[in-house]
């Protein structure tokens, strides 16, 4: 992965974006991420339950980094009933909880539906292709994320700004919701609102239709990255010296140095809250 430790977090998404298929590419010629997507191509197609999915740790590992949930990996009893439960019983394991990124997993699988248990097909090539893209989407999101968090923020609503349709599905995120708190001057103390009193807030700031634009989108991603900036400011260097020296492209071969001259970026804090 390239370094932006130290740059600020426009700078360092610049960066990142005029970098992002090679930093990919690099990521699907690792070794270890080879022999992980291996394993799971091999023996995905032979699980037919979530049963056997969490007993197979090397796959059941897999789909939950592709997923965003390594951290509740151990969490297999849990992983287990949630994959089992019926998606349209209210009181069901799966509807009782908030993260949105159960509900994601739960519905790519599919081995529970509204009829019932069902074995899915998981040798279909485009389930495939998804569960592997989100895989190195996600590392590629993830290990940024652990550089700079601002721009780990920024990467998530990106991915995920396509699928909003309420605001009901930003407050099931921790970082979009921490995304649109900044970037609408909304108090972070909003959080300990019930559901409905945040979503009203949010209304009021902001018209989520507006997302299909993609100039809105860019207006919120600037104001989010100059507001953390000014709140949690990352350390800014030259840009330009930096950037020399980070990274090269491999174009045909051969190996030449790229150069973004990003200007300098000055503005006064108080201003953005305006």
Not at 190 to 198: P, T
């Given at each position: 992965m390239i370094s932006i430790s130290g740059l600020g977090s426009s700078t360092a998404l610049k960066l990142i974006d005029a970098t992002r298929d090679k930093q990919l590419e690099l990521m699907r010629n690792s070794a270890a991420n080879k022999r992980a997507e291996e394993a799971f191509r091999d023996r995905i197609g032979d699980i037919t339950t979530p049963e056997e999915l969490v007993a197979d740790f090397e796959v059941y590992s897999y789909v939950m980094r592709a997923f965003d949930l390594e951290?509740?990996?151990f969490g297999k009893g849990l992983i287990r009933k949630m994959l089992e439960s019926n998606p349209t019983e209210p009181s069901s394991l799966l509807n009782r909880l908030t993260d949105s990124r159960f509900r994601e997993m739960h519905l790519t699988l599919g081995f529970t539906t509204e009829e019932g248990p069902q074995t899915p097909d998981l040798t279909d090539p485009d389930f495939l292709s998804d569960v592997i893209t989100?895989?190195?989407?996600?590392?590629?999101?993830?290990?940024?994320?652990a550089q700079n968090e601002t721009v780990g923020t920024v990467l998530e609503f990106r991915d995920k700004v396509g699928d909003i349709s309420n605001w009901f599905e930003v407050l099931a995120s921790e970082k979009l919701t921490n995304f649109f708190q900044v970037a609408l001057s909304l108090p972070t103390q909003?959080?300990?609102?019930?559901?409905?009193?945040?979503k009203s807030l949010l209304q009021e700031k902001f018209d989520i239709e507006k997302l299909a634009d993609p100039a809105e989108r860019e207006k919120l991603i600037s104001?989010?990255?100059?507001?953390?900036?000014?709140?949690?400011?990352?350390g800014f260097q030259a840009n330009s010296i930096a950037l020399d020296l980070l990274q090269s492209y491999n174009l045909g071969g051969q190996f030449v140095p790229i150069t973004i001259?990003?200007?300098?970026?000055?503005?006064?804090?108080?201003?953005?809250?305006?």
């Open positions: 951290d509740q990996i989100r895989f190195y989407n996600r590392q590629y999101i993830n290990e940024n994320d909003m959080s300990a609102f019930d559901l409905d009193r945040q104001k989010y990255v100059a507001i953390s900036d000014a709140i949690n400011p990352q001259d990003v200007a300098a970026i000055t503005f006064s804090a108080s201003r953005l809250y305006r």
